[in-house]
Every structure is written in structure tokens, then in C-alpha cells.
């Protein structure tokens, strides 16, 4: 049995000399993975809609105060113009794009504070908020992965992870958005459901495309990442997880890492799932 020296040790897991560029940076997940990729070694792009001194700030603060090399570019990613821009600055700046994380989405949160008390039920689930997140996170993710991987093609070589979500894979129990006292009982709406569970089939499109030319395309599901959310939400949460409590934003980074790295040299197409055992059972 031959042994493969660049394939031991933890350096496998380093992203030293490699740009990362990050869609949705600003928002919960994307600073702490901006962060986490940066502290492996990445030059990261920073993209989100946000201004780019608000991007830059979000991401002094999670990656406390570091001064690894990192650009912010204000992107809308349902915009093409925007989105070819941000490609070319990339490029400009780094020379190359190595990993693209794509992150940015819309969760519409439905419930108390919601538009016109819209508790996101499928029977009056408004069209105009339907079509809204078919732009951003299906029309988005074509923009955001066809500008990067014409730019990938170019260099041979590119690592695209996209992100899902539960449910990608499974169905919303809507017993984890019922607050304990009668009320405004929220269900997960169906616009998020739909749109996200395009990602795995995305992921293994491109992956078998790009197979030959050094292109790897991965998703990862997260689920339930902790965000100053009610008492009773947590306590619902807990009781319906097999690991009995939601995510830190932070248990994300070794699995996005792996999945940028090395490590992960062999995997391409697939979804790795990351969600305390929900889908398990
Ligand atoms: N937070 C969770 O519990 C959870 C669970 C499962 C999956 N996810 C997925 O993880 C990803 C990140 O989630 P998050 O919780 O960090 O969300 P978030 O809302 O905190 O961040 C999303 C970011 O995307 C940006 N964005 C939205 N529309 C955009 C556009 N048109 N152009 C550019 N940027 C835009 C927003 O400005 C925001 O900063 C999403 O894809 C989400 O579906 C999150």
C-alpha cells in the first residue's frame, strides 16, 4: 500500500495561499466562516448586499480584529451586472478565485412581526414573496456559481460549496414553530422549502460536470444555528433533536473547512449534513 505524504497530517485542513470569496458574509453563518477560513490561512472575499464598510466592520468583529488580507464587495447576487463585477474585482485583487462559499439566502421570518401578519401558511403564502426568494436563492445561486466558474475553468483548478438546509432533505415539522401559549403559531413556509431543496441536485449537476476539470462541488445542511431565539423555541428544539439543543454558528467552520481543503480531496457531488442528528430520525 503506496502512502500519500500530501495526504497526512492536519496540514491537510490548511487553506494557506488560497481566496475564499463568501456570499452572504455579513449575515450569521457567513462572518463566522469568513472568519474561521481566514484564520486557516484563506485571502477572503467578503460578499453580501449589505454596504461594503458595514461588510468590512461585521467581519473585524468576528475575526477580531485581524488583519489577514480580506475585500468587501456589495454584490446583489439576483443582479448579473453585479454579480460578473464582483467576479472581475475578485480576480483583480487575488489573481484567482479558489473556493467560492455560497451562503446568501432569505429566510423570511413569518409570525408576530411579520408584514400584514403573514404567518407564512401555504394557502395564503403570498406570490410576490414566492418569487422573491426563487430570485435570490435559486436565480442567485445560478448568477453566483456560473460567473465563478467560468472564472474556475480558466484556472482548472476551483472548490464550490453551496449550503442547504434540512430542508433540502426533509419536510418542516411545524410542532417546533408553536409557541406554548395560544397564539400566532408560525409554520415554516413552503418559498424556503422549495428553493432550498434544489441545492443537492445543483450540487451533483455541477459536480459531475466539472468532475475532469478540477472543479469540486459539495453542499453542506445546516440546521437550527442559534440566533438570540426565544426561550420556547429553544425548549421545542431541544425536545425534537436527537442531540437535544440547536447549533452554534461556530460548530459550522471544521465541516466548511473540510469541505475547502484538502481533506476533502476525493468527495465531489455530495451533501454533508450537519444537523445534531435531525434528519436521523
Ligand atoms: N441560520 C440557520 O439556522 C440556518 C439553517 C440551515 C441553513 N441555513 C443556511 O445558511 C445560509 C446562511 O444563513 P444565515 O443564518 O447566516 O442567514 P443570514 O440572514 O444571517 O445571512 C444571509 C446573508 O445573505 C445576504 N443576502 C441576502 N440576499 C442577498 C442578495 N440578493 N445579494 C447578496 N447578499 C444577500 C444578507 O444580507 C445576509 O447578510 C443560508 O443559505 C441559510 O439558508 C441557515
Redesign the pocket.
Not at 75 to 78: G, K, P, V
Given at each position: 500500500m503506496s502512502s500519500d505524504n500530501a495526504h497526512s497530517g492536519l496540514d491537510i485542513f490548511s487553506l494557506r495561499g488560497k481566496t475564499a470569496l463568501v456570499?452572504?458574509a455579513?449575515?450569521?453563518?457567513?462572518s463566522e466562516i469568513s472568519a474561521a477560513m481566514s484564520a486557516a490561512g484563506a485571502n477572503i472575499v467578503l460578499?453580501?448586499?449589505?454596504p461594503e464598510t458595514e461588510i468590512i466592520s461585521r467581519f473585524k468583529k468576528s475575526s477580531h480584529g485581524s488583519d489577514a488580507p480580506a475585500l468587501a464587495i456589495s454584490?446583489?447576487?439576483?443582479n448579473r451586472d453585479s454579480v460578473d463585477s464582483m467576479t472581475a474585482k475578485a480576480v483583480d485583487r487575488f489573481n484567482a478565485i479558489d473556493i467560492l462559499v455560497h451562503?446568501?439566502?432569505?429566510?423570511a421570518k413569518f409570525g408576530e412581526n411579520a408584514p400584514d401578519g403573514a404567518d407564512g401558511r401555504f394557502e395564503t403564502f403570498p406570490i410576490d414573496l414566492w418569487k422573491r426568494s426563487i430570485d435570490?436563492n435559486i436565480t442567485?445561486t445560478f448568477n453566483v456559481t456560473q460567473s465563478i466558474c467560468i472564472q474556475m475553468l480558466k484556472q482548472k483548478s476551483g472548490n464550490i460549496i453551496l449550503?442547504?438546509?434540512?430542508y433540502s432533505l426533509v419536510g418542516p415539522n411545524n410542532d417546533l414553530y408553536k409557541p406554548p401559549a395560544p397564539g400566532n403559531p408560525m409554520v415554516k413556509p413552503v418559498d424556503y422549502v422549495a428553493t432550498?431543496s434544489f441545492i443537492p441536485n445543483y450540487t451533483r449537476y455541477l459536480a459531475t460536470h466539472y468532475a475532469k476539470q478540477g472543479i469540486r462541488v459539495n453542499c453542506i445542511?445546516?440546521?437550527?444555528?442559534e440566533?438570540e431565539n426565544p426561550e420556547w423555541f429553544k425548549e421545542n428544539f431541544a425536545r425534537m433533536s436527537p442531540m437535544g439543543r440547536m447549533s452554534r454558528a461556530s460548530e459550522l467552520n471544521g465541516p466548511f473547512i473540510f469541505l475547502a481543503s484538502e481533506a476533502s480531496s476525493y468527495m465531489t457531488g455530495s451533501t454533508l449534513v450537519v444537523d445534531g442528528g435531525w434528519t436521523a430520525w
Open positions: 456570499t452572504g455579513a449575515g450569521l453563518v457567513g460578499v453580501d448586499r449589505l454584490t446583489d447576487i439576483t451562503l446568501a439566502a432569505i429566510d435570490v442567485g449550503t442547504g438546509s434540512t432550498k445542511t445546516p440546521h437550527g444555528v440566533n
